[in-house]
Nanobody, 116 residues
Framework: QVQLVESGGGLVQAGGSLRLSCAAS????????AGWYRQAPGKQRELVAT???????NYAGSVKGRFTISRDNAKNMVYLQMNNLKPEEAAVYYC??????????WGQGTQVTVSS
């Protein structure tokens, strides 16, 4: 059974940094792509960043230059380094992973709170 477990969320002051981690396990396939999304209360889930094998990294315009998505293929880990966080970026952050089987999975989310 595939599991995605996010960690690294928490409370940070505006301008601070957090590093989110997503640990993927349980699939016999390799990861073809992954992404981080976020959802604030009362808002739709939105894309933050994506990374694909042998492809470019893509970022939402609002996070470019501050957030960095990365992967450790050997460990089946996906990371999101978030710098200079803003209060409006407080949300539940979700990891999304697509395997070469074509199946996509979501993690349970990790809360990020940014105080002003």
């Amino acid at each position: 059974q595939v599991q995605l477990v996010e960690s690294g969320g928490g409370l940070v002051q505006a301008g601070g940094s957090l590093r989110l981690s997503c640990a993927a396990s349980g699939s016999g396939f390799s990861i073809s792509g992954a992404g981080w999304y976020r959802q604030a209360p009362g808002k739709q889930r939105e894309l933050v960043a994506t990374i694909v094998t042998n492809g470019p990294r893509n970022y939402a315009g609002s996070v470019k230059g501050r957030f960095t998505i990365s992967r450790d293929n050997a460990k089946n880990m996906v990371y999101l380094q978030m710098n200079n966080l803003k209060p409006e970026e407080a949300a539940v952050y979700y990891c999304n992973v697509m395997y070469y089987s074509g199946t996509t999975y979501w993690g349970q989310g990790t809360q990020v709170t940014v105080s002003s």
